[in-house]
T-cell receptor, first 111, second 115 residues
């Protein structure tokens, strides 16, 4: 199916564990983004990528790692999860960044 | 750093009444501005965008927004609210420099439509 998909939709993990959130888009968009959504903060940019093998930090990158070896995939890894990383994570893609297309989100709970 | 401020985290209107959601931006350069809508348990969907040209922008579902440079505002309006408009709305500003692209979002406004 065409579009942008995130997996898993829901994840519970323990403090200190490594967890990877997956994002896949079928449009071959150049830009991909990871945001976290927290009550009262709106969406905050974690990392973005302008093309394969090009990534850059956003507003809140600490504790996260990204990679982009293929244009269509942009996984987000929490190296050692903390409770403060409990959030809803959204992946987005865009060709020009004048319209970003968002995935359905991953609700992550760190216990 | 650029920022986007949405006045009012919750707005309630009656069905059929005017919807007005407020957004102010701080960018010192000509901004690209957006309104997104988020329905429960879903991602964000673009409602409308302002890039250049006409300052009154029309979007989907009967929404429109007006860019006012003198007021650094980009308020979202709809003449007559419908129950299906109940959602969270986000204003955003795009920072574009070289290959960098960063959408900065406001904190969101939850719209409730009362019967």
């Amino acid at each position: 199916d065409a579009g942008i998909t995130q997996s898993p939709r829901y994840k519970i993990t323990e403090t200190g564990r490594q967890v990877t959130l997956m994002c896949h888009q079928t449009w071959s968009h150049s830009y991909m983004f990871w945001y976290r959504q927290d009550l009262g903060h709106g969406l905050r940019l974690i990392y973005y990528s302008a093309a394969a093998d090009i990534t850059d930090k956003g507003e809140v990158p600490d504790g996260y790692v990204v990679s982009r070896s293929k244009t269509e995939n942009f996984p987000l890894t929490l190296e050692s999860a903390t409770r403060s990383q409990t959030s809803v994570y959204f992946c987005a893609s865009s060709e020009s960044a004048l319209e970003a297309f968002f995935g359905q989100g991953t609700r992550l709970t760190v216990v | 750093a650029q920022s986007v401020t949405q006045l009012g985290s919750h707005v309630s209107v009656s069905e059929g009444a005017l919807v007005l959601l407020r957004c102010n931006y701080s960018s010192s350069v000509p901004p690209y501005l957006f309104w997104y809508v988020q329905y429960p348990n879903q991602g964000l969907q673009l409602l409308l965008k302002y890039t250049t040209g006409a300052t009154l922008v029309k979007g989907i579902n009967g929404f429109e927004a007006e860019f006012k440079k003198s007021e650094t505002s980009f308020h979202l309006t709809k003449p007559s609210a419908h129950m299906s408009d109940a959602a969270e709305y986000f204003c955003a500003d795009l920072l574009s420099s070289g290959s960098a692209r960063q959408l900065t979002f406001g904190s969101g406004t939850q719209l409730t439509v009362l019967p």
